[in-house]
T-cell receptor, first 116, second 112 residues
Framework: NAGVMQNPRHLVRRRGQEARLRCSPM?????VYWYRQLPEEGLKFMVY????????ESGMPKERFSAEFPKEGPSILRIQQVVRGDSAAYFC??????????????FGEGSRLTVL | LAKTTQPISMDSYEGQEVNITCSHN???????ITWYQQFPSQGPRFIIQ???TKVTNEVASLFIPADRKSSTLSLPRVSLSDTAVYYC?????????????FGTGTRLLVSP
């Protein structure tokens, strides 16, 4: 059973370009979470999605950032017009739908965005 | 959300037992305590979770006193590969994982 798959692992963009980060959750998981981690800092929640629905985007910057989790295919975190401050590691996590949560999130290896 | 406080860093040697304590003075009745481990350039990995008293699995033990205002993650006989950042999270998991806040964690360095 493959784990959470994220790609690309590393992405370099120039200021003003767009960045697209993809996340395929573990098989059978319908809940996806995106976190951002700046160097030497903890992870900060960005957005929580279920298939075709954004459940909580309270951690997403109001502009330039968007996320989706379509019925088919991976979840995508999209950053438009990137700036240097967007340079960070972006982690995706998934969890199964269950009537009883276990408190366990399954994380991917992360996508490291560098903005030049 | 219950705020957690844990040491920024700890040093240990191979074979020793390591105890990392986390303070969460304003923990709520429905909150669980969860610990994650993160290696460099990797995503966090769930270690253990508990509500009260003691929980043990193949990796670690979690000790929670009766007042639940703190918890201690115990790693028996650490090895070099246990060098990582350890995060203590407190929250009501039934209201959504997004409510779990990752602080800066405790950076554990295990030396030979």
């Amino acid at each position: 059973n493959a784990g959470v798959m994220q790609n690309p692992r590393h992405l370099v963009r120039r200021r003003g370009q767009e960045a697209r980060l993809r996340c395929s959750p573990m098989k059978g998981h319908s809940h996806v979470y995106w976190y951002r981690q700046l160097p030497e800092e903890g992870l900060k929640f960005m957005v929580y999605l279920q298939k075709e629905n954004i459940i909580d985007e309270s951690g997403m910057p109001k502009e330039r950032f968007s996320a989706e989790f379509p019925k088919e295919g991976p979840s995508i975190l999209r950053i438009q017009q990137v700036v240097r401050g967007d340079s960070a590691a972006y982690f995706c996590a998934s969890s199964p739908f269950s009537g009883q949560n276990t408190g366990e999130l399954f994380f991917g290896e992360g996508s490291r965005l560098t903005v030049l | 959300l219950a705020k957690t406080t844990q040491p920024i860093s700890m040093d240990s040697y191979e074979g020793q037992e390591v105890n990392i304590t986390c303070s969460h003075n304003n923990i709520a009745t429905n909150d669980y305590i969860t610990w994650y481990q993160q290696f460099p350039s990797q995503g966090p990995r769930f270690i253990i979770q508990g509500y009260k008293t003691k929980v043990t699995n193949e990796v670690a033990s979690l000790f929670i006193p009766a007042d639940r205002k703190s918890s201690t993650l115990s790693l028996p006989r650490v090895s070099l590969s246990d060098t990582a950042v350890y995060y203590c999270l407190v929250g009501d998991i039934d209201t959504g994982f997004q409510k779990l806040v990752f602080g800066t964690g405790t950076r554990l360095l295990v030396s030979p």
